[in-house]
Nanobody
Framework: QVQVAESGGGLVQPGGSLRLSCAASGIIFRLYDLGWYRQAPGKQREFVARITKDGSTAYADSVKGRFTISRDNVKKMGSLQMNSLKPEDTAVYYC???????????WGQGTQVTVSS
């Protein structure tokens, strides 16, 4: 089955950490860029972080220095390590795999992250 699926969300106190995972199946993962996006209630989906198939990374200013994106092409998985979490990080987090040369994009179903005391 061709898909990506997120896991690792949950409830965490401000200042805490969470690690999100994105598992890919049915694709040649090493050919795909991997991105994380989030959508808070009442807001548009926004870019969080990206790692290209070549390993280059980019981050939204709001998470720079707190979040780290990584990938394991052998396991076909991506991860988002989130530290120093803030209430404003509360959102549904989505994984996106995209191979622009293949004109193919996959979105996961999302995983809820809630930062609250």
């Amino acid at each position: 089955q061709v898909q990506v699926a997120e896991s690792g969300g949950g409830l965490v106190q401000p200042g805490g950490s969470l690690r999100l995972s994105c598992a890919a199946s049915g694709i040649i993962f090493r050919l795909y860029d991997l991105g994380w996006y989030r959508q808070a209630p009442g807001k548009q989906r926004e870019f969080v972080a990206r790692i290209t198939k070549d390993g280059s990374t980019a981050y939204a200013d709001s998470v720079k220095g707190r979040f780290t994106i990584s990938r394991d092409n052998v396991k076909k998985m991506g991860s988002l390590q989130m530290n120093s979490l803030k209430p404003e990080d509360t959102a549904v987090y989505y994984c996106k795999s995209e191979a622009s040369g293949l004109h193919h994009t996959l979105w996961g179903q999302g995983t809820q992250v809630t930062v609250s005391s």
